[in-house]
């Protein structure tokens, strides 16, 4: 529901032309308004101006967005290339233009609001993800620079923190060092409250982690192809000191314990005790880490309470388990992803006693994985029959029928804040004496039309209790990631070229014993 304010607001912008000539004769208030209705119809030549003229001290680009009472509709999903190009470059310009100094108040830019998701919205269709605002800001960052010295302004005296989640991979760290390297002379201030990296060396990533500024940082992603191992993780932790983290995802198999000697008994009992430290950290991703029987280790030393814990496939164990289902986590835990842990045969109690704590505030529960089967359906609906504030439930790779689906997607129903499932391919679907989990190469092998079929049964299940706002789906090779997806073509790249050197060095070897 629009506004009657938002409506002329509309009006206003969508002659781009006379808006933009009529920009000076607005009142200050009214920015914000031209600004979300500008977003909402792409009228980037609008968005720019706005910006570049922007008269208020704050500009929150998740608040401006956001839902208000002249129109509730949140638009910051929507990461449309051609407003948020508009965005920056305006940025650029609100610190070239040649009005009086007096009159540009902006001090903050908060960029960080913006929520990257599958489906764009916009007329345009192209996304600009988190990478690419990272490697646009930096490149605008270092042409400003060069343009000052050149002309020799008086513009340094402008200063504005630019908040934003940067994400650093081997394609845009040149850049991005640099720009960080020349944050003091710079107008634009780059401050990184979350950053992820990724395809990045070791020695790189230290550097460039230190360069952010760690005291102001509150999220810290490092994924897929950073080596990091439990040694480096306690450099990390006792050279840099993170008082605002928040939230800490580490690369695959940091931790193996299948290995472990005293020193590395103690190296673990470092790093938990390092993160006790972390007075902040509330949210904790380990994937694919040999942990078995060492959890209680890592995280007892923690001071606050886990509100999202991703310990999927970490060979937990029986005391793992009853060590989280137990501790003062559990009642807190608001994301909680188990997956590849078989929980029917070992630890079914510890689980539904998990699940009964953490009830009151879990949101999103990923299951994958985890040998559920029809047998255990009932008893998995009357454990998520307390989780009034679930909103996502992810089940993919669990040998279910299409009946059990059926069952459970009418209880489903029930759960009034849901939005989002992933269920598995039902079992039935597969050829006779299929084996869980399915390998890769029998994913793709099931009767189509007969999943299409119950696929529309499950929705119609939904259509029916008049929860067409839960979207269903089955995510074959894993569920959207926005920014794997923006660097796939790096991430490709650095495949290919591992897969090079491992049959060179296989050569080599051959070689040799010949």
């Given at each position: 529901?629009?506004?009657?304010?938002?409506?002329?607001?509309?009006?206003?912008?969508?002659?781009?032309?006379?808006?933009?000539?009529?920009?000076?004769?607005?009142?200050?208030?009214?920015?914000?308004?031209?600004?979300?209705?500008?977003?909402?119809?792409?009228?980037?030549?609008?968005?720019?101006?706005?910006?570049?003229?922007?008269?208020?001290?704050?500009?929150?680009?998740?608040?401006?967005?956001?839902?208000?009472?002249?129109?509730?509709?949140?638009?910051?999903?929507?990461?449309?290339?051609?407003?948020?190009?508009?965005?920056?470059?305006?940025?650029?310009?609100?610190?070239?233009?040649?009005?009086?100094?007096?009159?540009?108040r902006l001090k903050v830019v908060d960029l960080t609001g913006i929520k990257d998701v599958e489906v764009q919205f916009c007329e345009c269709k192209k996304a600009m993800g988190r990478w690419t605002r990272t490697q646009l800001l930096c490149k605008l960052c270092s042409e400003l620079l060069v343009y000052l010295q050149q002309s020799n302004t008086g513009t340094f005296e402008i200063s504005i923190d630019v908040l934003i989640d940067l994400y650093v991979t081997e394609w845009n760290y040149e850049l991005v060092v640099q720009a960080l390297l020349k944050k003091c002379y710079c107008p634009l201030k780059i401050c990184c409250v979350a950053f992820r990296s990724d395809n990045l060396a070791l020695q790189k990533f230290f550097y460039i982690t230190k360069l952010i500024d760690p005291s102001l940082l509150r999220k810290l992603e490092m994924v897929h192809n950073v080596r990091l191992e439990m040694e480096h993780l306690e450099i990390l932790f006792k050279s840099i000191h993170f008082p605002l983290l928040m939230s800490l995802t580490l690369p695959a198999r940091t931790f193996n314990v299948q290995r472990f000697t005293a020193k590395d008994e103690q190296v673990l009992t470092n790093i938990g005790e390092k993160m006790g430290e972390m007075m902040q950290l509330t949210e904790l991703s380990m994937s694919f880490s040999i942990l078995t029987g060492r959890l209680q280790k890592l995280l007892s030393p923690l001071k606050t309470p886990l509100k999202m814990l991703d310990v999927s496939n970490c060979s937990?164990?029986?005391?793992?388990m009853t060590y989280l289902a137990n501790s003062f986590h559990a009642n807190h835990l608001e994301t909680l992803d188990l997956s590849g842990h078989n929980i029917p045969d070992f630890y079914l109690s510890i689980f539904f006693k998990l699940l009964s704590h953490s009830s009151s505030v879990l949101r999103s529960l990923t299951v994958e994985d985890c040998n559920i089967q029809d047998t255990h359906v009932n008893m998995l609906i009357l454990g998520l029959s307390h989780c009034h504030k679930l909103q996502e439930f992810k089940f993919f790779g669990n040998p279910l029928s299409s009946q059990a689906l059926r069952h459970l997607f009418t209880f489903l129903c029930e759960l009034p804040m849901l939005k989002n499932v992933e269920f598995p391919v039902p079992r039935d679907c597969y050829p006779a004496g299929i084996t869980y989990p399915v390998d890769d190469a029998s994913l793709c092998k099931f009767d189509h039309q007969k999943y299409e079929n119950v696929a529309k049964e499950l929705?119609?299940?939904?259509?029916?209790?008049?929860?067409?706002?839960?979207?269903?789906?089955?995510p074959l090779f894993g569920s959207y990631d926005a920014a794997v997806q923006e660097t796939n073509n790096e991430l490709g790249t650095y495949l290919i070229k591992s897969f090079k050197e491992t049959l060179e060095k296989l050569t080599v070897s051959l070689s040799k014993m010949s």
């Open positions: 529901m629009k506004s009657l304010r938002f409506l002329s607001a509309e009006a206003f912008v969508s002659n781009a032309e006379f808006a933009r000539k009529s920009l000076s004769s607005v009142t200050h208030n009214l920015f914000p308004l031209l600004f979300k209705a500008s977003y909402l119809l792409e009228q980037k030549e609008v968005i720019h101006d706005l910006v570049e003229n922007w008269p208020l001290a704050d500009f929150n680009m998740g608040k401006l967005l956001g839902s208000n009472v002249d129109y509730q509709e949140d638009l910051s999903h929507r990461t449309c290339s051609v407003c948020l190009e508009s965005c920056l470059t305006g940025l650029r310009d609100y610190v070239l233009n040649r009005s009086s100094l007096y009159m540009k937990l164990n029986h005391a793992d929705n119609l299940i939904l259509v029916k209790a008049n929860r067409e706002d839960v979207k269903a789906s089955t």
